[in-house]
């Protein structure tokens, strides 16, 4: 069993940066892919960026790419979500996820997920 926990959402204002982070429990979780996906009110859950489990192979989508990285402590069993030059349109509540794979360029989401915290970004 892996439990996640995400912290350090909040309200900032346009163009400032944030840094997110779920850490892991259980054992099993330095053996698992991690990934971020956020979901904005009346909008559907979508992925954000993914990270392997040793964190050297990474996947970031489109729509934040050149303003997100995903990188995570081996050690600490925590992954980090850096979000820079916010935008109104990341607004939303971000979750973190374990336990899936990633094949033909696309993150399947794994069975873990924490309980989501808030970004809030002003125009």
């Known amino acids: 069993q892996v439990q996640l926990v995400e912290s350090g959402g909040g309200l900032v204002q346009a163009g400032e940066s944030l840094r997110l982070s779920c850490a892991a429990s259980?054992?099993?979780?330095?053996?698992?892919?991690a990934a971020w996906f956020r979901q904005a009110p009346g909008k559907a859950r979508e992925f954000v960026a993914y990270?392997?489990?040793?964190?050297?192979?990474?996947k970031i989508d489109n729509s934040v790419k050149g303003r997100f990285t995903i990188a995570r402590n081996t050690t600490k069993n925590i992954v980090n979500l850096e979000m820079n030059n916010l935008k109104p349109e990341d607004s939303a509540v971000y979750y973190c996820?374990?336990?899936?794979?990633?094949?033909?360029?696309?993150?399947?989401?794994?069975?873990?997920w924490g309980q989501g915290t808030q970004v809030t970004v002003s125009s």
């Open positions: 990270i392997n489990w040793n964190g050297l192979s990474t």
């Open positions: 259980g054992r099993a979780f330095d053996r698992y892919a």
């Open positions: 996820n374990s336990g899936g794979y990633f094949s033909n360029d696309q993150y399947y989401s794994g069975s873990y």
